[in-house]
């Protein structure tokens, strides 16, 4: 997507260790024809791919699932970071955000993912692959399949694209960056 690759190199800001922000056009300030643009990407790239629901982790992957799944015509699935006190049937996951440095306990309930479903998964960002593995683990909990995973997004040099790959994933990111060294954005 040259759109967004642009967008990364003209309105990303890059801090020191290997985080990058995209805040004027993604996650605080939405730019919706981009996202409709990238929703129709993932719709595209997972064509024919037997998935029947998006799930994303909330906040940041909230805006891109929602497009996916209003293309595919599919429903789109939240898991909170935060445990509801009216939450049924719970999965939970422990998951380490690279950008906060913190670990969550991720949830959903399993009336929301089950053995029928094929799943796609969609985020804004992927660095280490950590968000994913939960995913993994949730989706293993409830015996959901996973189609594919669906980044926004992939920081190449933090290797979590290789390793969902070398598990036997299929990974589509609609922009790669290869380093942010010295605080200059380089993309694949």
Do not use: W
């Amino acid at each position: 997507m040259e759109l967004l690759k642009q967008r990364i190199l003209e309105d990303g800001k890059c801090y020191p260790g290997g985080i990058l922000k995209v805040d004027s056009f993604i996650n605080h300030q939405m730019d919706p024809d981009l996202m409709c643009r990238i929703g129709e990407e993932f719709a595209r790239l997972y064509e024919g791919s037997g998935i029947n629901k998006i799930v994303t982790i909330e906040a940041s992957g909230i805006a891109p699932a929602i497009m996916t799944g209003a293309v595919m015509h599919l429903p789109v699935v939240f898991v909170k970071k935060k445990q509801p006190k009216t939450m049924e049937n719970m999965l939970t996951s422990v998951i380490h955000s690279f950008t906060k440095d913190r670990d969550y306990t991720v949830c959903i309930s399993a009336d929301f993912l089950s053995s029928r479903d094929h799943i796609l998964f969609i985020d804004d960002f992927l660095a280490y692959g950590n968000a994913a593995l939960g995913i993994i683990d949730l989706a293993a909990q409830a015996g959901a399949t996973i189609e594919g995973f669906g980044f926004i997004i992939e920081k190449a040099f933090q290797d979590g694209g290789n390793r969902l790959r070398s598990m036997g994933y299929r990974v589509e990111s609609l922009a790669r960056v290869a380093s942010l060294d010295n605080c200059q954005i380089s993309l694949l």
